[in-house]
């Protein structure tokens, strides 16, 4: 990684996280940005790495559902070295923060899972805290997590996750299967909490909505399904402002014609991977609770053919939003970026590139938003020199007849 001292990185396009500086250059000093500038105004003798034309400079991508990465799976090895080895392989696709998360499982290894996040989290800059999906879901949502392990929450429970902490904590729970007031607790102590995994009537989301919920965890995927008499929490989620919904835009999990339809409701969306072991890694296969879980033709499924979380990473998931869902580029980098900062709480620190943000950015190239290059708190992580194969161009503009979403 190179020195952090001052310098400027420039680009035919510079997305703040608000608006596109054509000709632009972020000047970074030490961890954080200094400021977005014309290339013409530039300071006389600062160093600046010029990109190709008509590349992209962005946000860092923030991912907040990454269950593995680099061959690794969080569940089975729930480490420092395993987060620190799935951010690492994470990085070459754009991602430079993200939370670790750690599907259900035993109480002993969710405290493991708890303790190495919280030992990482403000001495590697990549990881934010800790994701928990699980162990509070519905055994009739669970996808493929392991119902034997799905449980209600205790006293120690409440003791870990409503305890002194840093960094965020972020708890996928169903409503349904959870006491009265619980969500509220967790609220109250600073955690988000988001719905999945969860066969809650509509009635039940709102009731856990007045307590505090504002996420909504792989929207459409493992909960109830919209339905005319009983909405659930999908037109739950896409009727308040005040919500946050993730996307899996793999073609896999969530037809795009759906995903299309969310971005036109009230809620704000989010790019996330879900992502499992084979990403950045060797291996196109991995064990999840003793099955063998392959990837094939991009798809990851356990042997009965269930999915199994994704082998999408966050610069596919951008270029698939704008091709799959015709967004515009701005709007795709938004959703990986200053949106998961915004619902986590660090909106203004992380997310965009203004005065004092944290110098998380990510490179694009300009025809098929390959990744060219990540900078992490201002340190340039080892740029990819050429684009992957098999990358086509990406349009620019939105195709058919479909509304552009708002922004937010």
Same mark, same amino acid.
């Given at each position: ?331 795709? /980098? ?15 620190? /992380? ?58």
């Amino acid at each position: 990684m190179s020195e952090t001292k001052r310098h400027a990185v420039a680009a035919g396009n510079v997305f703040d996280g608000w608006t596109t500086h054509k000709d632009a250059a972020v000047v970074i000093d030490g961890s954080r940005v200094a400021g977005v500038v014309a290339q013409s105004e530039v300071p006389l003798g600062l160093e600046v790495r010029k990109l190709p034309p008509g590349a992209w400079l962005a946000p860092g991508f923030i991912d907040l559902q990454v269950n593995g990465g680099g061959d690794v799976l969080f569940n089975n090895a729930p480490t420092p070295d395993a987060i620190l080895a799935i951010a690492a392989a994470h990085r070459k696709f754009g991602t430079t923060a993200l939370l670790p998360t750690f599907i259900t499982d035993t109480p002993a290894k969710m405290a493991a899972a708890f303790a190495a996040a919280q030992s990482l989290v403000g001495e590697a800059p990549s990881v934010l805290g800790i994701h928990l999906e699980g162990p509070f879901l519905s055994p009739e949502k669970a996808g493929v997590h392991d119902t034997s392990l799905m449980r209600q929450p205790g006293a120690k429970d409440l003791e870990m996750l409503c305890g002194p902490r840093k960094g965020t904590l972020l708890v996928t729970l169903a409503p349904e299967r959870v006491p009265k007031g619980f969500v509220a607790q967790l609220a109250q102590s600073g955690t988000r909490v988001s719905l999945g995994h969860s066969m809650a009537t509509y009635a039940e989301t709102r009731a856990a909505m007045a307590e505090g919920l504002i996420g909504f965890t792989h929207l459409f995927n493992a909960m109830r399904p919209l339905a005319a008499r009983e909405p659930g929490p999908i037109a739950a989620a896409l009727e308040s402002p005040e919500a946050w919904f993730g996307m899996i835009v793999d073609g896999f999990h969530v037809d795009p014609a759906m995903l299309r339809l969310a971005l036109r409701g009230r809620a704000r969306p989010m790019l996330v991977t879900d992502a499992m072991p084979p990403v950045g890694g060797c291996r196109s296969s991995f064990d999840l609770y003793g099955a063998e879980i392959e990837v094939i033709d991009g798809r990851c499924a356990n042997p009965d053919g269930r999915l199994a979380g994704s082998a999408l990473d966050m610069a596919s998931a951008v270029r698939n939003c704008v091709r799959m869902l015709d967004v515009p580029v701005e709007d795709a /980098l938004r959703f990986a970026s200053r949106n998961p900062a915004e619902f986590i709480g660090i909106g203004h620190v /992380l997310g965009g590139l203004r005065p004092g943000y944290r110098a998380d950015i990510v490179a694009l190239g300009s025809d098929t938003l390959e990744v060219l290059g990540t900078w992490v708190a201002g340190k340039e992580e080892g740029p990819i020199l050429l684009p992957p194969k098999g990358l086509r161009p990406v349009p620019t503009k939105p195709r058919g007849g479909h509304t552009r979403v708002k922004k937010t």
